[in-house]
């Protein structure tokens, strides 16, 4: 099975986040709305922040110096067409409003209480109502589509909280983990 790496970058500046709107893509034709973002390149794959920043010069002109409180919050998989896809997200504010167009899609300053009602996948509207939900966490949460995991039969997303883990048991403990 193939992996699919990707970061993307959801910018805010007051109460407004800049959001792609996309008419298509290569696996959708259809409209849809997302961050800012692309596949991690070969000399990215350990350090996905470098793709992110990459990413957001190239589809809106913001330098790195544009940006702050950049950080990773959350580390989405999903499997899609037989592939894993691995997304980084990172959420930051910019100093400024001023982006040039993109040729990715159209760039649109939407009022955050609005991000919901957009037409987004169901993982990437599960990751901005987790993080509208829990805006000062400093947590990196991980996400996975589900399908038909609630009442109603319908994909739903399972967050986790990454944490610092043992990797060894001391020696001479015995601990039964279950599956």
Do not use: C
Not at 10 to 35: H, I, P, Q, V
Request: hydrophobic share 40%.
């Amino acid at each position: 099975m193939e992996i699919r790496q990707m970061a993307t970058a959801f910018l805010s500046n007051g109460s407004d986040m800049l959001m792609m709107k996309k008419a298509g893509s290569r696996l959708f034709d259809f409209e849809f709305w997302g961050g800012i973002g692309g596949h991690l390149e070969q000399g990215e794959l350990n350090v996905p922040m470098t793709a992110s920043y990459r990413e957001i010069e190239e589809e809106t002109g913001f330098k790195r110096e544009d940006v702050e409180h950049f950080r990773l919050r959350y580390i989405l998989l999903e499997v899609s067409g037989g592939e894993i896809w691995q997304q980084f997200v990172y959420f930051g504010e910019t100093k400024h409003r001023r982006f040039v167009p993109s040729d990715e899609g159209e760039l649109f300053w939407i009022p955050l209480d609005e991000v919901l009602d957009l037409h987004a996948s169901i993982l990437i509207k599960a990751t901005l109502r987790h993080y509208l939900q829990h805006p000062g966490a400093e947590d990196i949460w991980l996400g996975n589509v589900q399908n038909g995991t609630n009442l109603k039969g319908t994909p739903q997303v399972i967050w986790n909280r990454m944490q610092e883990t043992i990797s060894f048991e001391e020696k001479g403990v015995v601990n039964h983990v279950g599956i």
